[in-house]
């Protein structure tokens, strides 16, 4: 069953075109090939594989396979392979990450766990503005807000929020927001209206952080899901 302990969420991006260009994931990322395989190429390396584990903040452009694939970003999950771009997974890692861009919740929460050592219990405190960030994308929190639910001094807060989540807190704010408006564009909204819903300034910037976060612009993701 997913952990009731855990403030983070997953979420799914199907990609139905044919690359993406080169981008870098803000956290740590699967690739699901629905046809064959991907291609990641990269910072001087490249791997082939069906199911691929891909590294967050290493740029990287992606060949996919007919039909496209389905990325699972896996928010507040450490990397845990010392391959330098993405690590290949097979057997049950590979079946368990098809189930779960499928939108099974205990594949999901199985594979989390398998990718990864025990972790620490996350403070009561950060959990709490983990879910109001989920909750409101467009609420301005700021680093005194953060650093007044802490009970810290400012730069303590910021560091102990990046220790937990591995982003800064600017970081994954932006974040957030941006995976927000994909899935209200999923879901069928217009570009203006899902970066007004996250709390972009407008179309433009939310295509500019949307190009830099999956590869695509919003219109070409919109196009391909179209076809």
């Known amino acids: 069953m997913p952990d009731p302990s855990s403030p983070f969420l997953d979420a799914v991006l199907p990609v139905d075109s044919r690359k993406l260009a080169a981008h870098a994931n803000a956290v740590t990322g699967v690739l699901v090939g629905r046809t064959g395989p991907l291609r990641l190429a990269g910072d001087g390396h490249r791997v082939d594989g069906d199911v691929l584990l891909v590294r ?14 389905d990325v699972l970003y896996l928010n507040g999950l450490p990397f845990a392979f010392d391959a330098p ?18 939108g099974d919740r205990c594949a999901m929460h199985e594979l989390r766990a398998r990718l990864t050592a025990p972790a620490p219990r996350i403070p009561t405190a950060i959990a709490e503005v983990v879910r109001a960030i989920y909750a409101d994308p467009m609420q301005r929190l700021s680093q005194g807000e953060l650093a007044r639910r802490l009970r810290m001094e400012r730069t303590r807060a910021l560091r102990c929020f990046k220790a937990v989540t591995g ?20 879901e069928g909204a217009l570009v203006r209206t899902a970066a007004m819903d996250a709390g972009f300034a407008d179309t433009a910037h939310l295509s500019r952080v949307f190009r830099r976060g999956f590869g695509l612009t919003p219109s070409a993701a919109i196009a391909a899901l179209g076809r």
């Open 56 to 69: 967050p903040g290493v740029v990287h452009a992606v060949a996919l396979a007919e039909r496209g694939a």
């Open 85 to 102: 771009l993405a690590q290949i997974l097979s057997g049950v890692l590979a079946d368990l990450a098809s189930d779960a861009v499928r």
């Open 167 to 186: 982003q800064t807190f600017r970081e994954f704010k932006r974040w957030s927001a941006l995976q927000h408006a994909a899935q209200l564009m999923v």
